[in-house]
């Protein structure tokens, strides 16, 4: 089985779109746990919320990575990231039983892309994202590493590669709004 996780209610074929990659895609997981993170954007939410009027690409914003064993680990780079970003989000997680894989290489475990239309073969509505990515984590499906438990040396890596971001980041207003709101202290002398 194949998943994918999107906001948008009634899907019943999920179409290629450009994403991070420049290329037209549809990503996929072969778990269902991995694809609860793309139920809400952390910049564009916070985007939203703010008030910040934005009309183009959302920046995409992945606060994750894999343990050795291949388990999904979610990193919280600032206090509440997860709560502030996933709490009250519903959304739905579409499944396909086959996908025509596109022969593209994603660096992610368990993903898989396509190229062409998928139909959709299931769906499963998630009421609040927050709820089913802690029952994962109570499941061992995946980790999460708070803000509070940062090592010192991922302070440093967060702190150089937010500051690089934003330098990076000049075509992207709603990436920088995001940055400077949720990072105020690491980016206070660029401001």
Same mark, same amino acid.
């Given at each position: 089985?194949? +998943?994918?996780?999107?906001?948008?209610?009634?899907?019943?074929?999920?179409? !290629?779109?450009?994403?991070?990659?420049? /290329?037209?895609?549809?990503?996929?997981?072969?778990?269902?746990?991995?694809?609860? /993170?793309?139920?809400?954007?952390?910049?564009?939410? +916070?985007?939203?919320?703010?008030?910040?009027?934005?009309?183009?690409?959302?920046?995409?914003?992945?606060?994750?990575?894999? *343990?050795?064993?291949?388990?999904? $680990?979610?990193?919280? +780079?600032? !206090?509440?990231?997860?709560?502030?970003?996933?709490?009250? #989000?519903?959304?739905?997680?579409?499944?396909?039983?086959?996908? *025509?894989?596109?022969?593209?290489?994603?660096?992610? !475990?368990?993903?898989?892309?396509?190229?062409?239309? /998928?139909?959709?073969?299931? /769906?499963?509505?998630? !009421? =609040?994202?927050?709820?089913?990515?802690?029952?994962?984590?109570?499941?061992?499906?995946?980790?999460?590493?708070?803000?509070?438990?940062? *090592?010192?040396? #991922?302070?440093?890596?967060?702190? $150089? *590669?937010? $500051?690089?971001? +934003?330098?990076?980041?000049?075509?992207?207003?709603?990436? $920088?709004?995001?940055?400077?709101?949720?990072?105020?202290?690491?980016?206070? =002398?660029?401001?």
């Amino acid at each position: 089985m194949f +998943y994918h996780a999107s906001p948008v209610k009634g899907i019943v074929q999920l179409e !290629p779109r450009v994403s991070n990659h420049s /290329v037209p895609l549809i990503y996929f997981s072969r778990k269902r746990e991995n694809v609860l /993170v793309y139920l809400s954007n952390a910049i564009e939410k +916070y985007c939203r919320e703010t008030g910040f009027a934005y009309d183009g690409p959302w920046h995409k914003w992945g606060p994750y990575g894999f *343990t050795e064993e291949g388990i999904q $680990r979610l990193e919280e +780079y600032y !206090p509440n990231a997860l709560e502030n970003t996933y709490k009250g #989000v519903s959304g739905y997680i579409y499944s396909a039983e086959e996908i *025509t894989d596109s022969g593209f290489q994603v660096q992610i !475990p368990d993903a898989a892309v396509s190229s062409l239309p /998928v139909p959709v073969t299931g /769906v499963e509505f998630v !009421p =609040d994202a927050y709820e089913a990515i802690l029952q994962a984590e109570k499941d061992g499906l995946i980790v999460i590493r708070r803000y509070e438990e940062m *090592t010192d040396k #991922v302070k440093a890596w967060n702190e $150089r *590669t937010i $500051r690089e971001e +934003y330098q990076s980041a000049a075509d992207h207003p709603e990436y $920088r709004h995001f940055l400077r709101g949720c990072f105020p202290e690491i980016l206070k =002398d660029i401001l």
